[in-house]
């Protein structure tokens, strides 16, 4: 992304930050979850850091707080809605408000000023996890943050979709600690169905992290499609045991990922997630169900199977 | 009388349960303390109180034996050899526990479990398997040996340590506790960053998400206190009692600052009037209490001149010192902020209450370490600050400094907040936090949370699971199953369960908030 600047320091569009948290890496990690994202999965549970603000201003008035005017300015990069820390109360009523699916609360900070707030929670923190959105997004912005936290003692993971070839991004693969990748989906045709996108780089990431080492975690969303995906919405039974229904190869996407895993010699843990409907966009978790804990175990051998170093199933 | 009987017809209560309370009812025929008027209005107010000690002193509270020295020489009086082997020095111990005075019949300490046993593994070449673990024979004698420590002694303050150092035996314990789902013996390991290797204190978190021990003591911080204080060694007995190995503690008395901001409620406007006045005045009082309790058990008790604990060198008067707990800052700082329900104020949130809160803290601290007992040898007469963790029938009283359940802040800063205020209590202080189940896929979380708490000056570090059946209430655990059959009117063996049951209702330990 651009690499408009303040005071020398790249400015990064930020969604929010989480001080503290137990499942985005090893140990304890503070959470910066960057805005704006390349791919639309139906699944995602983060909607409003995906959707660009378009600047409608509908939420403005929306907040019952007034925590939130028109522009935002800083050097010469705009925000269309400011939004005031101080004065907002975290009711989600500017998010709900918005046509868009965005959320006006994203703001434009310096790297500095993102670690800053996170100085209170540094004693408790074996390192940073950079989110999104998607962070590759905004390298520049990325890079800086990984680096001061270095400086900190705070070595930084990326979270990534693996959306952008990684091998054409040198200074990020210096400065990032390792990668926590999401392979959605193995097929092609599936992938796109399920977030937009193309998996090729995804793959080609895959690989290569595996490769070099810098690989911490590998996560597969397990989820199953309803009848009517893509189509019409689905009746109303939730859960599955059967992996073909709906067309998601989900043993093949297991199966591939464990065997590129275990082709790179890497030590990455697999993660396999179990979909749950909770902060998903209602017309689309009605596409989708949840599986069974009879398949979860079934995926969870193949990737044991497949030679995954450690298989994780949460 | 009627007590009486009513104890002897009691079907709740076990055979041992019933002797306590018969031998308690026997002592409370005697009052021999000279108790200052003042002193027992506040004691009738409940802003003094003494946990339940009975009236007529005549065994410290807090017993902690030099178990090492009793495993080197044996026991002319038990007439016990010292020990050969690892089996051998089993049944010494388990023995010797029963000799052990307390106030509930229970001994409240049970040695360095790992550092006791590991030097009778190390000379055994039987003992160790590939790898530097136990051998099956001899981890089997682990787990019998904790199972018989459960058996005998079914009291949840009756506490072991472990570490700093990583041991076979040490690594044995947490896996057989992980799993082995006893309340007994409670457990702490000493956690010095310059000693315990990363995954043994990974190993005892996960231990603590699923059996909610052990807990983690700050073992640099508690060494160097009491190496200044020349009472080193020290051990973590009870719930988190900081105290000096080869002695203890003759008392434990408390000061109820949310009873003493009731009584007190009218000079609450002018914090510094309410210092220098009430407040120091319940000091006073405390402090007066406590010196007549140590003085009767020193004076006239004879306890230390017919022990055979202190005849064989196991306990020595001079080891001895007294605990003044408080009880309650959290209630009485958002009295003096005045700080309501929901507001910014209130205690654990950074505002006003907190500031009163340490100023109070402070206080107490200043009073507390000037003064001296006239009986006690141990740091001078000084007595220990002790965060108490409170009794089942108190009703909107916080343990020690802590939060009140409900109103916990975000981990980070609740840990960031409590940690200097837990510095001054010498004796222990604690905090519990329930995480979320999902941590055992992340041991090190907890890890990272603990190590940043006592880098900040904390001293005491609790968890559990939140779906584990074993919950540590305030400092001892009980079992949520249990519980329930007391609930359904069933005789259980573990004593605690009464209090965990009170604590449940009273102050809603199950609504604790869950951290991820
Ligand atoms: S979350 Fe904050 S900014 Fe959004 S509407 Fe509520 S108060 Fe306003
Ligand atoms: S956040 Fe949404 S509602 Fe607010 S201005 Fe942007 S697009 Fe419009």
Redesign the pocket.
């Known amino acids: 992304m651009s690499g408009l600047k303040e005071h020398g320091e790249a400015l990064g569009l930020l969604a929010r930050i989480l001080p503290f948290s137990a499942v985005d890496g090893p140990g304890n990690r503070a959470v910066f979850f960057l805005q704006g994202c390349n791919f639309d999965c139906a699944y995602c549970h983060n909607p409003e850091t995906r959707a660009a603000c378009t600047g409608c201003g509908a939420?403005i008035p929306?907040?019952?707080?007034?925590?939130?005017s028109p522009m935002e300015r800083r050097g010469a990069r705009t925000i269309p809605v400011q939004?005031?820390r101080a004065?907002?109360?975290?009711?989600?009523?500017?998010?709900?408000?918005c046509p868009s699916g965005s959320?006006?609360?994203a703001r434009l900070v310096t790297p500095t000023e993102a670690l800053d707030e996170i100085a209170s929670a540094r004693p408790f923190l074996r390192g940073i996890t950079v989110s999104g959105g998607e962070c590759t997004l905004q390298s520049d912005f990325l890079v800086a943050l990984l680096k001061g936290a270095r400086n900190l003692g705070l070595p930084g993971l990326v979270d990534t979709n693996g959306g952008r070839p990684l091998a054409a991004e040198p200074r990020l693969l210096e400065a990032a600690e390792g990668f926590m990748l999401d392979v959605k989906a193995w097929n092609e045709d599936e992938h796109r169905r399920l977030t937009g996108a193309d998996n090729g780089p995804v793959r080609d990431n895959l690989a290569f992290l595996a490769a070099r080492g810098a690989l911490y975690e590998v996560r597969t969303v397990i989820t199953l499609r309803a009848p009517g995906f893509n189509a019409k919405p689905a009746e109303s039974d939730t859960t599955s045991d059967d992996p073909q229904e709906g067309a998601f190869d989900l043993e093949e996407t297991v199966r591939e990922t464990a065997l590129t895993l275990a082709r790179a010699g890497s030590r990455a843990r697999y993660r396999l997630i179990r979909y749950r409907p909770y902060g998903v966009r209602h017309e689309r978790a009605a596409l989708l169900r949840e599986p069974g804990s009879a398949l979860m175990a079934r995926l969870t051998e193949l990737a044991r199977r497949g030679g995954a170093a450690e298989v994780i199933v949460s | 009388m009627n007590q009486t009987l009513d104890t002897i017809r009691n079907t709740t209560l076990t055979y041992r349960q019933k002797v306590l309370a018969l031998a308690r009812a026997g002592e409370e025929r005697t009052q021999p303390l000279a108790i200052a008027p003042e002193v027992q209005a506040l004691r009738d107010a409940g802003v003094v109180c003494d946990l339940n000690e009975g009236p007529a002193p005549y065994r410290p509270r807090y017993v902690l034996p030099d178990y090492a020295r009793f495993l080197d020489q044996g026991s002319a009086f038990l007439r016990q050899e010292p020990p050969r082997d690892l089996l051998g020095a089993v049944f010494a111990l388990l023995g010797l526990y029963r000799h052990i005075p307390s106030i509930t019949g229970y001994p409240v300490w049970v040695g360095d479990l790992d550092a006791l046993l590991e030097p009778f593994v190390q000379r055994d070449p039987a003992a160790l398997g590939p790898g530097g673990e136990l051998s099956p024979a001899a981890e089997r004698l682990v787990s019998l040996f904790l199972e018989g420590i459960d058996r005998d002694n079914p009291d949840s303050f009756c506490h072991g340590d472990l570490g700093p150092d990583t041991t076979a035996v040490g690594r044995a314990i947490l896996r057989h506790q992980r799993s082995a789902g006893r309340a007994v013996p409670n457990l702490t390991l000493r956690y010095d960053p310059a000693r315990t290797p990363e995954d043994f204190a990974e190993a005892a978190a996960l231990c603590a998400l699923d059996a909610a021990k052990p807990s983690f003591a700050n073992d640099p911080l508690f060494r160097a206190e009491f190496e200044s204080l020349g009472l080193a060694p020290y051990a973590i007995a009870s719930c988190y009692n900081g105290l000096p190995v080869g002695g203890g503690s003759c008392t434990l008395v408390r000061l109820n600052l949310a009873r003493l901001a009731c009584t007190a409620a009218h000079t609450l406007g002018d914090p510094e009037a309410f210092i220098n006045g009430p407040l120091a005045e319940a000091v006073a009082a405390t402090l007066a209490y406590i010196d007549e309790r140590v003085r009767f058990l020193v004076e006239e008790s004879g306890f230390f001149e017919s022990s055979f604990l202190v005849r064989e060198g196991l306990i020595a008067k001079e080891r001895f010192t007294a605990m003044f707990g408080i009880v309650g800052l959290a209630e009485l700082a958002n009295a003096l902020a005045n700080a309501e329900p929901g507001s910014r104020e209130r205690f654990g949130r950074g505002g006003a209450a907190d500031t009163l809160g340490a100023r109070v803290l402070a206080a107490i601290d200043r009073l507390v370490t000037a003064h001296r007992s006239p009986y006690l040898e141990a740091a001078g007469g000084r007595y220990l600050l002790h965060a108490q963790v409170g009794i089942d029938s108190d009703r909107g009283v916080s343990p020690g400094c802590r939060v009140p359940i409900g109103e916990e802040p975000p981990l980070h800063e609740h840990l960031a907040r409590q940690a200097p205020l837990q510095t001054p209590f010498i004796a222990g202080s604690g905090d519990v936090f329930a995480f979320e189940p999902t941590a055992r896929a992340n041991p090190g979380h907890i890890v990272d949370a603990m190590k940043g708490f006592f880098a900040s000056g904390g001293r005491y570090f609790s968890c559990y699971a939140a779906d584990s059946d074993l919950v540590r209430v305030t400092g001892y655990l009980v079992k949520r199953s249990e519980v329930e059959r007391l609930r359904r009117g069933e005789a259980v063996n573990n004593g605690a369960t009464v209090l965990g049951m009170g604590a449940f209702d009273n102050l809603g330990v199950l609504d604790r908030a869950v951290r991820r």
């Not at chain 1, 929306?62 to 939130?68: E, I, K, M, S, T």
């Open positions: 939420c929306a907040c019952p707080a007034g925590a939130l939004w005031d004065r907002c109360r975290d009711c989600g009523a500017c998010a709900a408000s959320s006006p609360r």
